[in-house]
């Protein structure tokens, strides 16, 4: 294994054990040992010790942690890929992971702060938002990849700098309305610090603005897993009084260690972030 720059998400352990096809036709909801339901549906999943008893809810169409590292699924997987990416499945994933969050913030709040964005803001309610493929989708850069959904540093970078992403539409959408109640928002990313002011560019091109706080990783986090440091990231917020209501994410390690009330796991068959 080797300390290298890695998939959408900054410095991290690295190697590449691109999953075999066995592997990875159990891969699709393998994260709950459970088959996906035909029709769209968030639903509780467990993904192990590693979320310390918070509830997730996600939609089953993610990889499962296999190498117990960072890996990127590869073109062995192409074609089924492109059949979810490309009809209408995965916007109704999303839209139903969406919706349950959103749901999960305004029952909280209402509960625990009031119905009015001035209250909801004063007691320090926040949802914490994961940046790729969860406000922002970059499934034409894998795509463009040879071969297909792998990662290169130097065509992710200019990726990032060309803002070649896409929007979500339904994460947007959740977005914009906890900006609207009065949520504090905090983007994490385990994207390099050196990439912010394009993601910030590229945030905004999307219709994504107004966030409280975008955290993105340095050089001193390196030797984090992604999981590692967005939970130092999230004790770090509550350090400074927030209360985290959820934590919107494509990655169980945008969930894991602890430091949120619930997680909201949106699809990616893409890559794993450990
Ligand atoms: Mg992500």
């Not at 990726?159 to 929007?167: E, L, P, T, W």
Request: proline share 5%; charged share 20%.
């Amino acid at each position: 294994m080797t300390v290298a720059r890695c998939g959408y998400g900054g410095f991290v352990r690295f190697r590449r054990p691109l999953i075999t096809v066995a592997t990875a036709v159990l891969a699709v909801g393998a994260l709950t040992g459970v088959a996906p339901p035909a029709h769209a549906a968030a639903f509780p999943v467990n993904p192990g010790p590693i979320v310390e008893g918070r509830p997730i809810v996600g939609s089953g169409q993610n990889l499962p942690p296999i190498a117990q590292s960072t890996y990127n699924v590869g073109d062995h997987l192409a074609r089924e890929i492109k059949a979810y990416y490309g009809g209408r499945s995965i916007d109704r994933d999303r839209a139903a992971v969406a919706l349950a969050a959103g749901r999960w913030v305004r029952e909280w709040t209402r509960a625990n702060c009031g119905r009015a964005p001035r209250e909801v803001r004063a007691c320090r309610a926040a949802v914490v938002f994961d940046i790729d493929e969860t406000l922002l989708n970059s499934y034409s850069y894998g795509i463009a990849q040879v071969p297909q959904f792998t990662f290169d540093p130097t065509t992710w970078d200019r990726y990032v700098a060309d803002c070649g992403y896409s929007d979500i539409p339904q994460v947007r959408a959740l977005y914009n309305r906890l900006v609207r109640q009065g949520l504090r928002i905090a983007l994490v990313s385990a994207g390099p610090e050196a990439n912010r002011s394009a993601v910030t560019r590229c945030l905004r091109a999307e219709g994504i603005s107004g966030w409280d706080i975008l955290v993105m990783r340095g050089k001193e986090n390196a030797d984090l897993s992604v999981g590692e440091f967005k939970a130092e990231v999230r004790q770090g917020l509550q350090e400074k009084g927030l209360r985290i209501v959820a934590s919107v994410g494509d990655q169980v390690s945008d969930m894991a260690g602890g430091h949120l009330k619930r997680g909201f796991l949106l699809p990616n068959t893409m890559y794993y972030l450990h």
